[in-house]
């Protein structure tokens, strides 16, 4: 076991210690600073044009072997690249960082990746993660992903994803964390002090990149790639917080956002990543462009070519180049024609000197590498998971959608027919982006529910129904990876005929339903958010059975699903849930855990009513469902709202909450109050649930939404036990932007609203004078 990994497994053991996350990420001392910069100065004295550009320059190198593995360590050593990424093993990051040691300054390489749920364990993805409400559960996700990352040699991750999404079409949804931007800012947050902690350079941490700025989840219908246009007072309000309490907490890094806002790609706006990201909110760490984005200025139709890009994208202040020659190839003739200045380039060399500083590289470049006598002799040796933290994680991301006469929990005694494309399935239930996690160590749902109850259940298993049975659909989606989705050559009628046997012989079925992870992936945008029509119809052939179906989904974004809901007895939300993923999902379906996840997304009945979002802003015609006059506003073809609100999820216990209690009736400028509830577990299980406040302005200088969440509490109780919650209200909470983008406090009627989602709430008001 390496020294790192021991440490590690040391700071696991303190289960108190992976939860107590640093307040904030400990500001450098102004003598740290000034060493720092004193340091960056004499090296930047010694350093040629070239070598400042070399450090430039983050060069993708994938698991080998490389057939010019000779030529990667020559641009290297010859001091042409500054970074690495997708080299995840330490014996191979170690070859690279002894051909940066070759070079004529030895200036170290920093070694990144896509670590973005878990790296050698992983996590339900970020989506389900922020279904938990629970930031104790970001935070050792946060902790045991740069614990096992820098055991591998890493030192920087592309994570958090924090990009607002109001869209479900959108398939990168299940990176974030959902639609909120007030959950999404504290979970954001949390994980990139979880990643650093107060000091970066100590063994066990990485660095954290927020991405991707600017906008990336607004993209016009929810198709990836395209183009975002938005006012400047809704960027401020709703998508820009995240990114900034992410920069607060400390991130090191920015990933700038592949597109354009308001006509500018994000990759050369001055204003969003020198006026607004250093000016405004004090960013010093590194902005990265992503895969390729400086060339793409020219498809963009900004840029005449990659010489124009590059001026433009330096300019802008895009500081590494990701994946590409771009910088290595036109900075140097840019600066002799006078196009850009040294001082352009500089300033981009220093923050990436002042980020490896701060990781302390300079003073070791093997700080996680280590010695090769010290290498794991297996990288996917058990010992080097952390499987229980990832269960407890998994088990709290569920989230309970449905659940008639108490279909759930199911007994451990009798016969479930277990069937669907997703029940004895590896690979879907780890989700997308988990690239140094392993197949075969991850829970199926079949051996989870083997595992809980093999020795009293008889376990009865068909497939059913293939994902899709779109060949253009499967081809799309093997197109980079041929066994991401597995057919089943057999004829969809002999599928059928077999989960309906197994499902006639059965007291209850189990069917995993839902998308395969590539279908909520980058570049995975949806038209269609329902469950593939070949899925529905064995759904409906089950129901036909007339015994009690569970429906246990997997997917990463939000699904419409009307039939299910008025169909399944049960429906289960367990979206990605990650390598101990069936073993969770079973703690759930026998009742040895109590669901408590809570939705991070609203759930709309029909891709027509995209975007559905809880928080958005009145009308002069509201609908009201007491009333459902035709001018008012509302699809006539539908019933109106979500299926399943923002904030919702059961339990297998019931809970009451009662009236709000305010600390005061009136609420001084500056000052606080407290408004509470008390709440109690009225059922017969221990259970959680979170408690949700929400806040309106029902006047002010413009409209306010109709309601927007400031705070919330998971907490747990016995049958019969009552907590008092309370939420503390300040200026910050009721601040907005106003006509003019300025952030201001209003005086005014204040509602406040607490409940277990966002729809079901006690109410009362407050004056704020
Ligand atoms: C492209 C993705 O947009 C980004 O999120 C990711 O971090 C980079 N590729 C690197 O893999």
Known sequence: MNRFFTLGALLIGLAGALVAAPAALAQPSPDFIARREAFIDQLMKRMTVQEKIGQLRLRSVEAGPHPDMAGFEKEISDGRVGGIFNTVTRPAIRVLQDAAMRSRLKIPLFFSFDVIHGQRTIFPVDLGVASSWDLDAIRTMGRISAIEASADGLNLTYSPMVDISRDPRWGRNSEGFGEDTYLTSKMGAALVK??????PSQPGHIMATVKHFALYGAVEGGRDYNTVDMSERRMFEDYFPPYKAAVDAGAAAVMIALNSVNGEPATSDKWLLQDVLRKQWGFKGITISDHGAILELIKHGVAADGQDAARKAILAGTDMSMSD????????????????????????????LRVKYDLGLFKNPYRDIGAAADD?????????????????????????????????????????????PLADDQVDVMGNWAGAGRIYQTVSLRQGIENAAGGKVRVLYAKGANVTDDAAMVQYLNQYNPHDVQIDPRSEADMVKEAVDAARQADVIVAAVGEAQGMAHEASSRSDITIPPVQERLLKALKATGKPLVIVLMNGRPLALTWEARNADAMLETWFSGTEGGNAIADVLFGDVNPSGKLPMTFPRAVGQIPLYYNHLPTGRPFDPAHPDKYTSRYFDITNGPLFPFGYGLSYTTFSVSDVKLSAPVMKAGGTLHASVTVTNTGDRDGATVVQLYLNQPMASVSRPVKMLRGFSRIELKPGESRVVSFPITDDDLAFYNQQVKRVVEPGKINVYIGLDSDSVKATSFNRL
């Open 376 to 420: 794991p002799p297996d990288i996917y040796a058990e010992s080097r998971l952390h499987r229980p933290e990832a269960r407890k994680v998994a088990d709290e991301s569920l989230v309970l959608l449905t659940n008639r006469d108490h279909t759930l929990p199911l007994r451990k005694s009798g016969t479930i027919a277990l069937v669907g």
């Open 325 to 352: 020659t771009i910088y290595d190839t036109n900075l140097m003739p840019l600066l002799k024609s006078g196009k850009i200045r040294i001082a352009d380039i500089d300033r981009a060399c220093r923050d990436v």
């Open 194 to 199: 979880a990643y650093q902690g107060d000091d």
